[in-house]
């Protein structure tokens, strides 16, 4: 996997930390169970038919999206709490560049760092996420 590939996931996951919980129920819906298919599986109760092989492979598919997210949230959370205690700069960027969303200038005059410092903490702090990541199994390399 790239670097730029693994750059993206993790903001990805940074930038969508707080909107999890509608992420999960989008999957859920992504996934959902038509009447028919309910319908399907009821006719077929106790032999085996391809709807319902469908249904079961979907519900697996569902969870492990889930369990993905859960994954990620706890990850950034736990990272973020350390942050919060032990290095609150990197702490502050994280919050202005990815949950409030602000622009480098805006991280500049707030933060009163340059532009070179920003490039270093985002990728100190991308970095540090993804080897969390790649050690809990979130990013397979």
């Known amino acids: 996997m790239h670097n730029s590939k693994i750059i993206h996931i993790v ?3 940074l930038y969508t930390y707080y909107s999890t919980d509608m992420e999960i129920r989008e999957i ?6 038509t009447d028919k298919d309910i319908n399907s ?8 038919n391809r709807v319902v092989e469908i249904m079961a ?3 697996i598919e569902m969870q492990e999206e889930i369990y993905n997210k859960i994954q990620w949230k706890l990850l950034i959370g736990k ?5 919060k205690k032990n290095e609150p700069d990197k702490y502050l960027y994280i919050k202005l ?28 702090i991308v970095y540090y996420i993804a080897l969390f990541a790649v ?3 979130l990013i397979k390399m």
């Open 97 to 124: 560049r990815y949950f409030d969303k602000c622009s480098t200038t805006k991280i500049e005059t707030k933060m009163a760092i340059c532009r070179a410092t920003q490039a270093r903490l985002k990728s100190d």
């Open 135 to 137: 050690k809990e199994n």
């Open 11 to 13: 903001e990805e996951h």
């Open 28 to 33: 859920k819906e992504k996934y959902s169970i």
């Open 79 to 83: 990272i973020l709490e350390y942050y």
């Open 57 to 59: 492979l979907k519900n």
């Open 41 to 48: 599986w009821i006719k077929s109760k106790g032999k085996i």
